[in-house]
C-alpha cells in the first residue's frame, strides 16, 4: 500500500479549512443569539454566575454544530 503525499497534504489542508469554517459560522451563531436577548449573555454567565443562561447557551452551540457539522459533511 503506497501513501499519496499529495493526497494526504490536500486532505489536511481541506480538513483545516472546514474547520475554520465551521468555528466562524459556529461563533457568527452564537452573536446572533447573543443579539436577541435583551442582556449579553458572557455578562450574565460569567458576572453573576446564571447557569440557566449558560445551559441556554450550551444548547444553542451544541445544536448548532451539529448543523454546522451535517452540512459540511453533506
Keep these: 500500500m503506497t501513501v499519496?503525499?499529495?493526497q494526504?497534504?490536500?486532505?489536511?489542508?481541506?480538513a483545516a479549512v472546514f474547520s475554520?469554517?465551521?468555528?466562524?459560522?459556529l461563533f457568527a451563531g452564537y452573536r446572533v443569539l447573543d443579539a436577541?436577548?435583551?442582556e449579553h449573555m458572557s455578562n450574565k454567565i460569567f458576572g453573576e454566575?446564571?447557569?440557566?443562561?449558560?445551559?441556554?447557551?450550551?444548547?444553542?452551540?451544541?445544536?448548532?454544530?451539529?448543523?454546522?457539522?451535517a452540512s459540511v459533511q453533506g
Design 20 to 25: 475554520i469554517l465551521g468555528f466562524i459560522l
Design 4 to 6: 499519496n503525499v499529495e
Design 36 to 38: 436577541l436577548t435583551p
Design 49 to 69: 454566575g446564571n447557569i440557566a443562561v449558560a445551559v441556554l447557551a450550551a444548547g444553542f452551540v451544541i445544536g448548532l454544530a451539529i448543523i454546522i457539522a
Design 8 to 14: 494526504v497534504l490536500l486532505n489536511l489542508v481541506l
